[in-house]
């Protein structure tokens, strides 16, 4: 996923149009095969710490066991052994949630509460489980539209429309080729990783007849006060209710199109395609992201904030991890670009970012990096999205990260040398903490407005 790189405002966009898989200068990378019981890699790296969270390995009273059969009987012979699997691991009675429901409490409702219209159960629970105990398997492969779905997806898209030329335009977008969503699939990637149960929220609650879901999120989390975080949350659009001047309650939701694709892609998926779940997931955080703006069908946005109708910019990115994960993520910029886009230097050494990037690891974060590369006159050509899980470290001290690709048709981490990857990372989102010691932080709220000023002269 990548995108040609044009403006001093445009550098921010990081996500889009065309496959990163043929790069020139993309080293040879190993496949590491993870444990398909829960797709943790921790076990590989005696140096990366999880997040500290109860595990609880035995079912409790009978409401939970006969939860548990009711789900076990839902899924076919794999699922039902990785289902096991996921109790004796701790994952399955994991209630790291925004409202303290577990795993096995998710997995129970999608089958035993109705779903959206259009959306097989059966399906949404066994992508659910093999998604929880495989991230990997995660892609941001659209896929086809069947010739029985065209004239539906067509007049979908067309609705409102009164333009002749934007209607015949139309017809071809909803053929999308190079998917925009590495940020929304990172973010999805992450969520089913780091925060199983709460992941497993979202999918229950996306894919009821309601189609949305709700969290309450800490206001600190986004700003340095209330006023300000309210501001973000206005700015961005997203539906929410003030709790307190604290905390508010979030609604989240893919856009009116997303339903269309997920019904497609649950009769009609293909290998390497995204699953149903991969739809709603990924059209939910590209709607927070561009201040709900996104079209599933066309895979393109509008909104204030970014130029380019694909993807979602660094700022938007931070906003989104920010509310989904409910956590002070800063999108760290490490790279220096003039206004012609081209890379003149770093904000800081190369070991103080991997300090950062190796802090942050060992403390169990799943760290979103955007990556550029640039031409032989070292002007950036395109971006992408990615996530890194975790590093080794060989005999000579040298670092491997371990990292994770949406957009590589590859359903396995993959490595790439840090004398590769540092000099590349554009951003990275850290928490904090870690990074507020070594750089000058500009708030999010901030960069935002400076980014609307900016597009607004630019105009």
Not at 170 to 188: F, L, M, P
Not at 240 to 256: V, W
Not at 259 to 268: H, K, S, V, W
């Amino acid at each position: 996923m990548v995108e040609k790189i044009t403006s001093r405002i445009q550098q921010y966009n990081y996500n889009t149009i065309s496959s990163v898989s043929n790069m020139a200068d993309k080293p040879e990378t190993t496949s590491v095969q993870a444990s398909p019981a829960f797709g943790t890699t921790y076990a590989m790296y005696p140096n990366q710490q999880a997040n500290q969270v109860q595990i609880r390995t035995t079912l409790s009273g009978k409401e939970e066991k006969a939860k548990y059969t009711a789900v076990l009987s839902n899924l076919d012979r794999n699922g039902r052994k990785i289902l096991e699997n996921m109790l004796k691991s701790g994952v399955l009675l994991n209630s790291d949630s925004n409202d303290k429901s577990t795993v096995l409490d998710n997995l129970y409702k999608i089958i035993n509460e109705p779903r959206a219209q259009g959306l097989d159960a059966k399906i949404m629970l066994k992508d659910t489980v093999a998604t929880i105990a495989y991230p990997y398997i995660i892609t941001q492969q659209f896929g086809d539209i069947p010739k029985e779905y065209t004239q539906r997806a067509i007049q979908a898209n067309n609705e409102g429309k009164t333009n002749l030329l934007d209607i015949y335009q139309g017809v071809n977008d909803i053929n999308v080729q190079h998917s925009g969503t590495c940020v929304a699939a990172s973010t999805e990637f992450k969520l089913a990783k780091q925060q199983p149960a709460e992941f497993a929220r979202f999918a229950q609650e996306l894919s009821s007849p309601k189609l949305s879901v709700n969290k309450t999120i800490g206001l600190n989390n986004l700003a340095d006060n209330t006023i300000n975080a309210v501001w973000l949350l206005n700015a961005f659009e997203i539906p929410y209710e003030m709790k307190n001047f604290d905390n508010a309650n979030l609604t989240f939701a893919p856009d009116k199109n997303a339903i269309l694709r997920a019904q497609i892609q649950t009769t009609n998926k293909d290998p390497y395609e995204r699953t149903p779940l991969d739809v709603l997931m990924q059209s939910t955080f590209m709607q927070v992201g561009s201040q709900q703006s996104y079209n599933t069908l066309t895979d393109k946005r509008a909104g204030k904030f970014n130029q380019n109708d694909k993807g979602l910019i660094e700022f938007e990115k931070t906003f989104t991890e920010s509310v989904v994960f409910d956590k002070n993520i800063l999108s760290v910029t490490y790279q220096t670009v003039d206004e012609n886009a081209r890379l003149i230097g770093y904000e800081t050494d190369l070991g103080t970012m991997k300090r950062h990037l190796l802090e942050a690891l060992n403390e169990g974060e799943n760290i979103i990096i955007g990556y550029t590369q640039t031409d032989a006159n070292n002007i950036i050509v395109n971006g992408h999205e990615i996530t890194i899980v975790g590093y080794k470290t060989d005999k000579n001290g040298k670092i491997t990260f371990i990292c994770n690709d949406t957009d590589d048709n590859i359903p396995r981490l993959i490595e790439y040398s840090e004398d590769y990857l540092l000099p590349k990372i554009h951003h990275a989102a850290l928490p904090k903490h870690i990074v507020e010691k070594d750089l000058n932080i500009v708030p999010n709220y901030v960069e935002g407005i400076n980014i609307y000023k900016n597009m607004k002269n630019a105009a």
